[in-house]
């Protein structure tokens, strides 16, 4: 009885290690997008983003802070805080959701999707964004680029300036995750 309650234990203390190596955190993160419109362009880079990413599930989610978001200009990075993303009001666009089309087994650069809720702005929406995995040693990278239209999010351009902002921007993410 005794030997087999010490067999179920350390079985369970096994499993918990498994569970623990499926579960990774970001390492280094990589946030940009870049808007192009009649006057000019605008591209702003974050390295600030937090996330989790669960291989046996597939459940992830990320945190990005509006505000260390970098400009080129600072006067353009006033603006988009104050003026269109209220970061006072809005400090955070997030993401959570489920990766599709990854295995743990598999070698090189592998197709995925991410499926979930994207909130920008105060705004939720369903998204569905295509993205890469490569496993690199015991990390994970990820790599996404996708498209956000301002107006799905509440996302105003004023009418003066509507050559300035496109209606669109184009989002990259580049995550390298680490064992947690």
Known sequence: MYNKLIVLVLGFGCLNLTANAQKFTTEKTFVSFFS??????IKAENTKTAGVFNSATGDIAFSVP?????????LMKEHFNEKYMETEKYPKSTFQGKVSGYD????GTQNVTSKGKLTIHGVTQEVEIPGTIEKEGDKLLMKSKFIVKLADYKIAIPQLLWQNIA??????????????
């Open 36 to 41: 192009h419109a009649a006057i000019e362009d």
């Open 66 to 74: 509006i505000k260390e978001y970098e400009f080129e200009k600072s």
């Open 104 to 107: 743990a087994n598999a070698t």
């Open 167 to 180: 209606e669109q921007v184009e989002v990259t993410a580049d995550f390298t995750f680490k064992p947690q």
